[in-house]
Each structure stands twice: as structure tokens, then as C-alpha cells.
């Protein structure tokens, strides 16, 4: 990365967003600081951290949010922030209890628009029993921020193990509802098309109620969980597979794009594997339970489908990679970029 | 008494070389031996009478069998050893100098006149072959071309092929060694969709009663499998495309032979010389007005891709059709590799066919159909692969380290080079199929192994494409064998393979026209001039270009409407303007219209010079529903469009300088073809834009090499093909005395992207 600038690519999940995680952060910390007191941090590079105390594990997450525009069909940076802070704790498997904030404002932001998303962030802590204990509140001049930026910090609770993403050969790979529907949303958005594409809407919320007690309940049959936010469905399948060294094989078929978010996508160019789910989780379970987590999440109101599965790289060229059977029965690979530039001569 | 040692390089093995050595030398009279040596070569001994060894050394040029081709002899005289007659050897285990792996040729005349002799113990044999043709390559799992080093090993020879094999007098079958016959020869056996094996006499004529009936049949021939149908019954061709799910993109007709063929298309007798060479490739000839093929076979288009049976087992299936020629196109999936092995066949054609004809001998290589056509008078390769591939191509320079290249990711091809001589793989097809991608990497593997690259001194080149597969196969490649990787830019490659391939040395200007390869500056190039010195490669200079199209994405390539809306926004236009040029009225169109506008309007987007999309946008501005269902789509249509007018040039480019380059401004074009388009033939247009677009590039070459010392230009990439746009450059040229060279022994498209590849990864100065 020697004389590049930091580009936008850099931060939209891919494999750009790697190269910056591995080299300038976690490669400047001595590997005996990445994590403290028997638990795991910057070692395994999760949707969270943890540590050990007493018989209890104690987990952490902080996330940042800007969001263009700050309201959008479907919710707000607030409620958006709120959720997505508590995704991470419920995708390591953890209840959260407490939420800190951080709000950065841009001087000349409308008062009534921030009461607005802080109203929608506390609401949904509230609504999930999630205590507010602190934060920060910045003013920026004019210009030195774009509108609004939320931080959260969460703390949540698990009495087992939590879930440090680590997928076997075998598992099959747990969709719980539709993808791309915030992303889909969030671009119809900038384009000005929400009146054209009708009925996208983002899926922005919190898990806690509805896929916290399926991984409660299956958590010794559930070897990963991820919400698939920037980078999408393909961002997360491929650091699965990268991180195992495995094959992850997905049904294209199979993964549920609501149509009109399809067909929105469609007109873009751009595959809905790519682009960011707000209230969904990827899950990585063994075979002999799927059928039991599947029904349980549809119990609560989630709308599960089996996707793929995990298997042993048939070759060498073949670890690490994730591929899709076409819906004309080819295969391609999915690649983890989360960039579109046209290939076709 | 003298004796000398000769090693001959080129296509020597597998072409019934050494019969002919023996069977001269005892004609001559002269002593010793011939052997195939490691790698491939010929090396013969032969010692007697100085006199005779003259004429051994004129007939060894002047009377080789007919699919021999000798690139160099080296000749050293030794002290005479005494031999005692002369004897073919076992190949030696030691490798002097590297030579040729054949092709596989077409069934040659001899061959076919025994299948049709019913006297002959090897009537309606249809697997008859000699030591002139049949499969090679494709059943080779190694070098040197032994039989115990194919998927013949298994079947052994009876007594009368042996006495046929060991016969000095025999020609065409002494050491042939591919030949068999009915009585141990690979069977055929017919199946039923399901792969349940159907009892019938004679297979092969009961797949002809079937197809004649409408049954679609896949054919496992040479190369892989075939599917074959009716071509003159519209339903059948109707099922076969909904089958496949290929709406419009054109299947091959396979004729039992030339006079056949004539009845579908217009030919010449240098047409006929290339549809009956060894190589039998598909040629687009244009269709007769009285063609009895259905319309569904090539809808729209001007051409029919037609090729002889290259097989007796093809030759024998269409003698017994009513037609006596059928649609007969590579049976795969939709965008995945040609069906090789029974496995393959009954996973995935199933869907397709209704019954399987099926040989036992293994198809170790899997070998596409080459297909040809014709610009500008001259033969063009589309795809260069049965026939062609893996046989060197030799080039006028030394490669001075060995290389490895991954080609581009459609149409791809690899390609290795040593030496003078660059090797390119067979046709591996489209990479975005994973598959497709395995069979790269292992026909790379196989041309490094039998063609003995040493890796270790060796570089892996790449395209730029930051998102190609190519490049990432190449680039784990190199990481796994720990050596250097070199990017070549996607047009350097396609003009320096041009420049190399017509045998230049001076300073060159290239003209790309292509559709999309990823240029120095992070846009997308395809409409290139590239002035460079093709004697010391490594630096290029891009003097020119054409203008900008955005592309939002691959999505505008696939529907070239959007290619209008885009181009125009960028150009200021509103929407409502937009949409009535296109005339859009369909409310979903409309929502597509605005996107694409909305995304130019918020720069998203990549900034393309591309040829391909220029043309692409012309035809969707005389048919805006066009979409493009198989590469190249809406540029065949409208060359196609082409013939029905007569080109003339039109009015209204524009030359500006931007950031040193030389820009062709075409808007001035693109607003003349919107206004013209009720008053002017479509015709016309279409000749008119495709003619002016090359006529323009020929002045942009002649106003930007001047000063540059260019003696020559060459065309290459996707759309040189194009016989309107190859006209008009070739007018323009010949105003300033130059004329435009298309590369002849590879593709001008992706195919032969490898080609320029490893010309530049094999003479560049590594930093
Ligand atoms: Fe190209
Ligand atoms: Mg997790
Ligand atoms: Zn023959
Ligand atoms: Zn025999």
C-alpha cells in the first residue's frame, strides 16, 4: 500500500478492508496484547471480543455509523446504530445488558432530526432491556463532519463459550431471511429511485428476540454467526472460508432475494450478495441439528432457508474459496470483492 | 561411407514420420535408425553412399506425409558405426531439443475411402485413423506421441493390425500408432436419457434413425461431446435452443462434406481447401437465399458457421441422416466447459438430450471445434483450438526467459513460450465458470510438463484486470511455485501479439479495437493506439484513444440500451431527451432508463474507451430492445445489419488532445445516426458507422505517428473482425501507404491475448 491514499474501497468490507485490518492495525500489536484474561480479541477477529471472569464470559463490541441519507425507508442511523451494536454481541452468542454511545454532530444539524435518531437508538435498547450507562456527545464545525456520526459500545453477557466463528466440514450454511434489503434500500436512496423501485425497505434490526435464544438453546451445534452487513453474504461466506481453509458451497438458487429487491438490483448491476443486511444472520450449523435451528427461527418469526454447506477442499486451489451452483447448473466462484467494475470484453 | 545424425524439429511426431524415414531409406538403400526422442523430436541415423545420403536429405523436404510441417533439421556428421539395415527404435529416454505435440487432424481421404469400401475389413469402421490423421491430443496423456502414452493403450492390436503396424511397405500404418479396427477398436453404445444402455444393432445408425425422426442426440466424438439434431425442422431447433437455454447465439452445422455444405452457403475454392484441411475447422461462409436450414439455427444473421465430418464415426452418423447435415454444437451447460467424460455427460446433458451415442476411448484433452471466418478477404481465427493447439507457433525473436501466461477471462487460453516458440493451450472458454478455471490451470500444468518448462526460471504473466480470474489463478500460481509475476496491459498484449505474429521488428502502431480491458489509468480501454518498437518489447506509448462511454456496470454490456442512456447523460443530455431517443414506453424500461441516467448523473461509474461498447450503443440506437445473449451479440448484429447497405462515410467526429493522448470525440456521429434514423436505411446506417468508425481510426494513426518512425500497423482485439470497420481503416491506411495487419496464426480476440502475453513476459526487462 506503499504511496496509496485510503479509498472508499478500503472500508466497504472486501478484501481491501482486510489489507488495512491485518497490516496497519492488528500487525503493529505485539501478539501478546491481543487479547487479556483467557479470552480472545484481535486473534480471532470476530463480530466481537471477550474475556473470562469467574464462570461468567463478558463480551464487547463497538461499531461506528454514518449513514447517507440518516433516514431511510425502514428506520434511521439511530435505530440502525442501536441494532447493529447489539447484532455483534448476539451473533458471539451473548445477551447484552448495557450499550455506551458516542455522537459526533456536525454544527447546523437540525435539532429536531437528532432528536429523532437518538429517540429511535433508545427506543431500541429500551424495547430489548438493554441498559444505556453512558457515552459521548460532540459538536464539529461546519464541514469537518458529514451530518451525523453514532458510535455504540455494547457489553453483553453468555454463560457458555461464545461463538468464535470457527466453521466445520459438514455444517450447512443458515440463512434467516431475506438479504441486500438494507443495502438495496440505502442505494435506491442515493440514487433518488425509491419512488421508482417501490417497497424496498430497509431490514434494520435487532436480533436479540428472535435469533439469541435459537443460539442459546443449539449453541454446541452452531460454529459461526455473522451479520452480513458491508461487504453482504459474500464478504462473510468468504472470510468464513478463508479463516478454515475449507470450501463453502451456496445454492444460488436457494439464497432469498425478495423480488423486488432483485429486480432493483438487477437494473444497478450489482448481485445482492454483496451489499449489506441489517437485521439477518448467516449461520454455520451442523447438518444433524439444521433441521431443528431452522424451525425453531421460523417459530420466532424468522423466515430461515439452508443456502449451502461446508465442505473439504476437493483441491488446493479450492481451500478458501467459496462457489455457487448457477441456476442453470453451472459453477462459478464468489468472489470477496465488494466492488463492481465491468470484466466483460 | 559417411554417416549422418539428424535431428528434425516441428510437427514430426504422430504424423507417420518414421514409417516414411524407413520406407525411404530402404528405398535409398541406406543403414541405421530413427527414433522419437523425450520431448519429441525425430532423430534419425542413417550412414551408406554419399550419393544416397543427398537424396535422403532432398526427399526428407519434398515427400513428407501431408500433415508434417519441419521447422528446422540439424545435421552432424558422424564416423559410420557399421548398421546392419535400419530399424525405428523405442523412443529415447534423453531430450535433445523440444519439438512439437500434435494436433489432432481430420479423417484423411484414405481412411474414408476404406470406411466406404465393403470389401475392406474396416467398412463403416468409425474409428478408423492412420498414421496422416485422426485424434492425437486429445487422447494423449503424454509425450512423446506413443501408443502406450494414449487412450488407445487399453486396446490391443489384433494380428492383422499388427501385421499392418510392423509392414515397412505399409505407409500409412507402419508404426501408426493410433490405428485399430472393428475387431479391437473402441465400441460404441447408445443410451437413453437416463444413461440406460439401449440393445441395437448397429448404434451408430440407429442414432441417425433417431435424429432424422427429431430426437436430439448427444454425440461423443473426438474432442468432447457434441450435441447433434435436425437442422431443418424449426421445432427441433426450437426444443434444442429452449433445452439449452441459449435464445439466440448460433449452433454449427456439420455437412457430411463439402458439396454438401454448398447447398447451405457460398464458397470458394479456397473456402473448400480450409473445411477440408487437417484442422476441419467451422468457417462462417454466407448463407444461400435457397438454404434449406432453419432460420432458428442462426437467427438474423448473415453467416452460417459450417465444417465437414472430421471423424468417420461423424462421417458415417450423417450418411445415414435424411439431411445428410445436422446442427452439431459443443455439449455443455450453458457458460461450463464442453462435456468430456460419461460422468459429465449424464449429470449435465440429460437435461438436454434424449438420447447418448457414446465410444469408449477416453478423451484425455478436452478439444473445442476452431472456428474461422473471413475479413477482408483474409482468414481470421475466432477460436484456435482442434487442429491447432497444443502445436508451437514459431516467432522471429528468442524469448530470453520462459513464461507461463494466464490470458484474459473470456474466451480464454493460456500459454506458455520458450525459446522462439510460443505454445498456446486449446480453447478453455469463459472463466467465470469454475470449471473452466480448473481446466486452465490444468492445461497450463500439462503444456509445462510435456513441453518441459522449467518453472524455476520462468515468469507468470497476468492481465491488469484487478477483478479477472485469470489473474488471480496466475497470481496464486506464481505464489505457489515461488516466482516472479509481470502484468501486461490487455491492448499492449493484443498488438504486440499481432506485431510478433506478422513477423514485424521496427517501431509499430498498434490499433486495439476491443471491447473491455483495464487500462494504466484505472479506466477501461478498448479503442487504443499504442505505438512500441515490437523488436525490444516492454514499452508502449498510447498515443491515442477514443473518447469515453461510463459503464455502470456489466450490466450495460448485457443490455445495450443503457449504454445510450448513460452516454448521453454524460453528455447533458435530461432524461426525457434520453428516453425519446430510445423510445422507451415500457414503465420497467423506464425505471432502468432512470437508473442508469441517475447513476452517470452521481458518478457511478467507470469511464470505458471501448470500441465494443461504441458499437454495442450504435445498434441498441437502431434497435433498442437488443440484448446481448452470447459475446459479441449486438456487433454481429449489426455487421450483419450491414450487409443489407452500401457504407458510405458520414460526418461529424471531432480530434481533441486530453492529457497528451489524441481523442476521437464520435458524439458528432452518435447525434447524426439519431437524426438520420427514420430517413436512412437501417442498412446503411449500420454499414455507414461501422465504415466512418474505421475510416476515423485510420486518420487518427495517421495523425498521431507521424514523427514516430512507424513503418507498419497492425489490428487486433475483438472488433477487428469486422469486415465494415476493417474496410474503412484499410481505405484511410492506404492514403498514407500503410495498411492495417490482422494477426494470422491466433485470434485478434481474448483467445490470442496469451500469444502477446508471452511475447512481452518473455522479452521485457524485469525490475
Ligand atoms: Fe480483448
Ligand atoms: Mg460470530
Ligand atoms: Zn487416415
Ligand atoms: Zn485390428
Redo the contacts with the bound molecule.
Sequence with gaps: MEGGVVTTLHGAGGAESWVIVEKLIRGKVPGNLWRVLGGVGLDAL??GSYIVVGDSFIVFTSDSYTVKPIFFPGGDIGGLAASGVLNDLV??GARPVAFMDNIVVEEGFPLRDLEAVVGSMVKTLVDNNVALIGGDFKVMPRGEVDGIVISGFAIGVSVKPP?V?SVKPGDKIVVTNYIAEHGATILAAQLGMLEDAKGLRSDAKPLVKTILPVLEKYRDGVN???DPTRGGLAATLNEWARSSGLTIIVDRGSIPVRIEVAEFLEMLGVDPLTLASEGVAVLSVRSSIVDDVVEELRRNGENPSVIGEVVEPRSSELAGKVLAVTEVGGLTMIPPNAYNLPRIC | MRALRIVVTGLVQGVGFRPFIDRLVRQIGLNGFVRNVGGSEVEIWVEGDEEGLYEFLAALFNEKPPPALIDEVVFEEESPLGYNGFTILKSGESRILRSNIPPDFAVCKHCLEEVLDPSNRRYMYPFNSCAWCGPRFSMMYRSPYDRENTSMAKYVLCEDCMREYRDPSNVRRHHAQGISCPRDGPRLTLYDRGFTRIDVGDPLVEAARLIDEGYIVAVKGLGGYHIASLATDDDVVQRLRERKRRPRKPFAVMGLDTSILELLVYMDEADREVLESPQAPILLLPKREDSPVSRLVSPGLSHEGVFIAYTPLHFILLMHTRDKFLVMTSGNVSGEPMCRDDECARSKLSQIVDFFLVHDRDIVNRVDDSVLRKTGGEYVLLRRSRGFAPAWIKIPVRLEREVVAFGGDLNNTGGVGFEDKVVLTQYIGDLESYNAQVELLNAIEYMVRNYGVSLRDSVIVVDKHPLYHSRRLGVEYAERHGIPVVEVQHHYAHVLGAAIDRGLSGRVAGLAVDGVGWGDDSTVWGGEILVFDAGKPGAYRRVASIDHIPLTSDKDTLKPARLVYGYLARKGWNLDEVVKVVGVRDPRVLSEARVVFRMVDLGRYTLASSTGRLIDMVAALLNPSIERSFEGEPAIWLESLAHSGTPRLLEGVRFFIDDGVMRLDYYGLVTNIIEMRGAVEPGVLAASFLYSLGYYYGELIAGTVKGEGVSSVVVSGGAAVNEYLYKGLKERLTLEGLEPLLPRNIPPGDGGLSFGQVVAGGLIRLT
Design positions: 470476530d463480530d451473533m458471539m461463538i466463528d459461526a454467526a455473522r
